[in-house]
């Protein structure tokens, strides 16, 4: 059981209204025959379903609440160059894991937040970079969380509770991008970046009980500020 949607066209979640259609009748007449309601995202009702939604070609843009109840796991994902895969609605299973992989880059806007209970959080940007907005957040009760870009990431709130965040840029930086919450809560954070990893001016700012990182570049401003 689950739901699992692959497009081959760039590919919006979102609402769909109510579907009317004409009925004839004996007498050659019609009425409107039409669903009940509209819906919205896509939801699993029957406990450890799991939800796959992939566009093959082309952008992904995620505009209403996907959601795993149980064990279900979450899989978002564009399989194209060019199609950046953007979360504006929560993203969430009760215990599953969540994957969000993208070939181009990955947004998540305020409202895009991705939750789940003692599961893993995988999200990677193969052909560009990940921006959390100010206000996003990623948080698991004691699962692992693990964002990677090919480019930059830019941080909005990362909380693993008691477990492990591991955050890679592979040829840009690692930087703040929020104040709503902290950027990293964990027990152990990995950082690595081409380039930086924060500013002299903006730090990262990290709640965690042990650090390790590295910068491999070496560049005008470089450095590791937490």
Same mark, same amino acid.
């Given at each position: 059981?689950?739901?699992?949607?692959? @497009?081959?066209?760039?590919?919006?979640?979102?609402?769909?209204?109510?579907?009317?259609?004409?009925?004839?009748?004996?007498?050659?007449?019609?009425?409107?025959?039409?669903?009940?309601?509209?819906?919205?995202?896509?939801?699993?009702?029957?406990? @450890?379903?799991?939800i796959a939604i992939s566009a093959s070609t082309g952008a992904l843009t995620v505009n209403q609440v996907v959601t795993a109840f149980g064990t279900g796991n979450i899989l978002l994902s564009t399989l194209g160059t060019g199609g950046d895969l953007t979360l504006n609605a929560v993203v969430?299973?009760?215990?599953?894991?969540?994957?969000?992989?993208?070939?181009?880059?990955?947004?998540?806007?305020?409202?895009?937040?991705?939750?789940?209970?003692?599961?893993?959080?995988?999200?990677?940007?193969?052909?560009?970079?990940?921006?959390?907005?100010?206000?996003?957040?990623?948080?698991?009760?004691?699962?692992?969380?693990?964002?990677?870009?090919?480019?930059?990431?830019?941080?909005?709130?990362?909380?693993?509770?008691?477990?492990?965040?591991?955050?890679?840029?592979?040829?840009?930086?690692?930087?703040? @991008?929020?104040?709503?919450?902290?950027?990293?809560?964990?027990?152990?954070?990995?950082?690595?970046?081409?380039?930086?990893?924060?500013?002299?001016? @903006?730090?990262?700012?990290?709640?965690?009980?042990?650090?390790?990182?590295?910068?491999?570049?070496?560049?005008?401003?470089?450095?590791?500020?937490?």
């Amino acid at each position: 059981n689950g739901v699992y949607l692959t @497009n081959a066209i760039a590919m919006a979640g979102d609402s769909v209204g109510q579907v009317a259609a004409n009925r004839v009748q004996i007498t050659g007449g019609t009425l409107t025959e039409q669903d009940a309601a509209a819906l919205s995202g896509a939801t699993t009702i029957v406990a @450890n379903g799991s939800i796959a939604i992939s566009a093959s070609t082309g952008a992904l843009t995620v505009n209403q609440v996907v959601t795993a109840f149980g064990t279900g796991n979450i899989l978002l994902s564009t399989l194209g160059t060019g199609g950046d895969l953007t979360l504006n609605a929560v993203v969430s299973s009760t215990s599953g894991s969540i994957s969000v992989l993208s070939f181009a880059g990955i947004s998540q806007t305020a409202a895009g937040d991705i939750t789940t209970g003692a599961a893993t959080v995988d999200v990677e940007a193969m052909g560009g970079s990940i921006t959390m907005a100010n206000g996003a957040l990623t948080q698991t009760a004691a699962g692992n969380i693990r964002y990677k870009a090919s480019g930059s990431v830019a941080v909005g709130g990362l909380n693993a509770t008691t477990a492990y965040v591991s955050i890679t840029a592979t040829t840009g930086a690692i930087t703040d @991008n929020g104040d709503t919450d902290k950027d990293v809560r964990a027990a152990r954070l990995m950082m690595s970046a081409a380039t930086a990893v924060g500013t002299a001016t @903006n730090h990262l700012d990290v709640d965690v009980t042990l650090l390790a990182g590295r910068v491999v570049g070496n560049v005008a401003g470089s450095g590791f500020f937490v």
